[in-house]
């Protein structure tokens, strides 16, 4: 049976959490909005996804650096500052008791519509705001056991139709591609980018190895991923050869390791793609494993000594 990469155990003290909206920590059973809202009706927003390490979101910085560029590209105001947001966070997870093993969702949309319509004028008040904190980690079974991959027919598309850059609520593009590769009996899929070279995954970064050396897309088609640009960097900081450029489906078969990269779950292995066997199928493979421990060590320096703004 398939898995998804964000498949996790549940924790009973997720039922507690407190929920952070729009200044106020509500109760799980009361963390509501309206069905007027924005992101309900349209869609209309962005959001990060942000792994709890020692108390503090990693690389905090970068991704509220992705949800100002966002905001800004669909002339969205969230109507909080980065100290403002920072705060928020911290709050949020001193008020569940988090330090490790928890998973932040901030969410932003363009908030209370006058009546259920696209125009942004349409808007009756100011941004929505909500941040989700919940114990949660990538099971540990799954991340062993590697990921199948289906190359699917739904592709990441040019940027003048919708920017693949844009980390927005609209997700159907990437819930189309999801959809079919679970029907094909794939953990995720594997997307194209319009000229039939490789791109992305529905909800994680693709990485192959091939003889020592660490290729991804060329990002044009892509999320500008944190992680992935995290391991962009450990590679160029540990003398690892690494290259962001195009590559076939055919080079992806006969590559020696293949995985994905994602905040929820950090690096994980992938066994098959299309039915091919990645390498000899040993998981993970040795350069994925390396990578593994170098990319925690960075999430490590990136949270010392950091805590919440005054």
């Known amino acids: 049976m398939s898995q998804s990469i964000h498949d996790f155990h549940d924790d009973p003290r997720n039922a507690g959490i407190r929920i952070w909206i729009n200044g106020e920590l509500k109760p799980r059973a009361e963390a509501v909005v309206s069905v007027f809202d924005s992101g309900f009706v349209l869609g209309d927003g962005v959001w990060e996804g942000l792994r709890v390490v020692d108390g503090h979101p990693a690389f ?7 949800l100002f560029e966002g905001a800004k590209a669909i002339a969205l105001d969230i109507g909080l500052d980065r100290a403002g947001l920072t705060r928020a966070i911290h709050d949020t997870l001193a008020a569940n008791d988090m330090r490790d093993g928890a998973h932040l969702r901030l969410m932003a949309t363009r908030g209370p519509k006058r009546t259920p ?6 808007s009756a008040g100011a941004a929505t705001v909500v941040i989700i904190a919940e114990h949660k980690v990538a099971k540990p079974e799954t991340l062993a056991a590697g990921l ?3 190359t699917v027919h739904v592709r990441r598309g ?3 139709v919708q920017d693949p850059k844009l980390n927005s609520h609209s997700k159907l593009n990437c819930i189309t591609a999801c959809i079919q590769a679970i029907e094909a009996g794939a953990d995720e899929a594997l997307m194209l980018d319009p000229h039939g070279f490789v791109a992305t995954c529905n909800s994680t970064h ?9 290729w991804t897309s060329s990002g044009d088609y892509c999320l500008g991923g944190i992680t992935r640009a995290n391991v962009l960097r450990i590679c160029r ?3 690892i050869p690494c290259f962001e450029k195009n590559f076939s489906l055919t080079q992806v078969y006969s590559a020696d390791e293949a995985f994905t990269t994602g905040t929820f779950a950090g690096l994980a292995p992938v066994r098959s793609v299309d039915g091919r066997k990645i390498g000899d199928g040993s998981l993970p493979g040795p350069m994925t494993a390396r990578l593994q421990t170098l990319y925690r060590e960075l999430a490590k320096r990136d ?3 950091r805590w919440p703004t005054a």
């Open 60 to 66: 905090l910085d970068e991704h509220l650096d992705r």
């Open 237 to 239: 900081e540990n003398g």
């Open 158 to 160: 040019y940027p003048d």
């Open 117 to 122: 319509y696209q125009d942004p004028r349409a």
């Open 303 to 305: 949270v010392a000594n």
């Open 206 to 214: 693709f990485f192959i190895v091939r003889k020592g050396e660490v």
């Open 148 to 150: 199948k991959l289906f």
